[in-house]
């Protein structure tokens, strides 16, 4: 079974420190794998998207991501948190179905 | 840049009642989505549709329906609402290529009902 896994439900760093928030999926196919960041009260927005080619994907807002197959990871990283990136993450993935199937979010939490 | 809007963003119903949520994206986009946010759940999906006058379920279907009747509108009924259909109802959309477009979300409806 296609699954995808969000080690974490609540992330903390201090502004100006690293952000890792970790994202490992199941699939027997190769996957489409997304980053979306929500905000409080609003949608999802779509941070960076895996398809094919590249496998360091860089987004906005300075995020990266690295899919990495034999880890079957795709781990959102950014160098140095700012207080403006306090908000929920989501990561997404796109297998042999035809839909997304969403992890259960990481919070992440920027403290002064 | 790709516009999906729901109707309201809070929306307060009797248990019993029939509840109607709205979604319109401006791209004409063929793939239209509904799913419920709860804490610690993530996003599931109640239902989706490809194309105007289809559907397909989601992992959560039951006491709910939808209707695509234009390709830009897909609306979300809940049946006859329970309290536990309290929760965070987000629309989404996307071009075809249903696994791997990203899809466009709009700011969600929070519905409670009592």
């Known amino acids: 079974a296609q699954s995808v896994t969000q080690l974490g439900s609540h992330v903390s760093v201090s502004e100006g420190a690293l952000v890792l928030l970790r994202c490992n999926y199941s699939s027997s196919v190769p996957p489409y794998l997304f980053w979306y960041v929500q905000y409080p009260n609003q949608g999802l927005q779509l941070l960076l998207k895996?398809?094919?080619?590249?496998?360091l994907v860089k987004g906005i807002n300075g995020f990266e991501a690295e899919f990495k197959k034999s880890e079957t990871s795709f781990h959102l990283t950014k160098p140095s948190a700012h207080m403006s990136d306090a908000a929920e993450y989501f990561c997404a993935f796109g297998g042999a179905t035809n839909k997304l199937i969403f992890g259960t979010g990481t919070l992440l939490a920027v403290q002064p | 840049d790709v516009k999906v809007t729901q109707s309201s963003r809070y929306l307060v119903k009797r248990t019993g009642e029939k509840v109607f949520l709205e979604c319109v994206q401006d791209m004409d986009h063929e793939n239209m989505f509904w799913y419920r946010q709860d804490p610690g759940l993530g996003l599931r999906l109640i239902y989706f549709s490809y194309d105007v006058k289809m559907k397909e379920k989601g992992d959560i279907p039951e006491g709910y329906s939808v209707s695509r009747e234009k390709k830009e509108r897909f609306s979300l009924i809940l049946e006859s609402a329970s309290t536990n259909q309290t929760s965070m109802y987000l629309c989404?959309?996307?071009?075809?290529?249903?696994?791997?477009?990203?899809?466009?979300f709009g700011d969600g409806t929070r519905l409670s009902i009592l």
């Open positions: 989404a959309s996307s071009s075809p290529g249903l696994n791997n477009q990203p899809q466009h």
């Open positions: 895996y398809t094919t080619g590249a496998t």
